[in-house]
């Protein structure tokens, strides 16, 4: 079961997915943990990655695929992975199915993690306190807030014509939310 979390900045997908993993036995593809480790132990893409993630801009797909594909290609992947943060666009999501085609798989659920603006700004001002990340400063969350509406929202209308696409309010409990995806998906 190879299942893509959708959401803004701050929609609740990295929760969703690591309770999702935990239920399924399946590994969490999140880029953005991939790039902030990168980032920590300072190698050169981690390096290069930070330049763009400090600014709010999104790192080269070149980048981000090479890092999805070596994922998909670990033995723990082989019969299903929770993808989060990638593709955040049409030409990606093209990319990540050939990627699971080559492989004999599809992305088999799309779970469009659904919160309010007002909602995604503090939840992401809250973690900023929390967290200490570089990137979730007042400037960079309206910055990925609009390119997340300009490149990823639309992923929405290009997965839409296979019929798995699921909205799930993402307001509410964390558990209230985990239960509504677990009905979704039959779990």
């Known amino acids: 079961m190879f299942i893509l979390l959708l959401g803004a900045p701050g929609s609740g997908k990295g929760t969703q997915g690591t309770i999702l993993a935990q239920r ?5 593809i999140t880029t953005g943990d991939l790039l902030r480790a990168a980032v920590k132990a300072g190698t050169p893409l981690g390096r290069d990655a930070k330049k763009y993630m400090d600014k709010g801009q999104l790192v080269p797909d070149s980048v981000i695929l090479g890092l999805i594909k070596d994922e998909l290609a670990k ?3 082989a019969q299903g992975a929770i993808l989060d943060g990638f593709p955040r666009n049409s030409a990606q999501a093209e990319l990540v199915d050939r990627t699971l085609a080559e492989r004999s798989h599809r992305l088999t659920h799309i779970l469009l993690l659904d919160v309010d603006g ?5 939840r992401i001002q809250s973690r900023a306190g929390i967290e ?8 960079t969350i309206r910055t990925r807030l609009q390119v997340y509406q300009r490149d990823t929202a ?4 290009h997965y839409a014509p296979r019929g798995n696409v699921h909205r799930v309010p993402g307001t509410g409990s964390v558990e209230e939310i985990a239960t509504e995806i677990a009905r979704i998906l039959g779990q």
Do not use: C, Y
């Not at 007002?118 to 503090?122: A, G, Q």
């Not at 200490?132 to 400037?139: I, K, V």
């Not at 639309?154 to 209308?157: G, N, S």
């Open 154 to 157: 639309p992923l929405i209308a």
């Open 75 to 77: 033995p723990e992947a």
């Open 24 to 28: 399924l036995g399946l590994p969490k």
């Open 118 to 122: 007002d909602e995604l700004v503090r």
């Open 132 to 139: 200490g990340r570089s990137d979730d400063t007042p400037e």
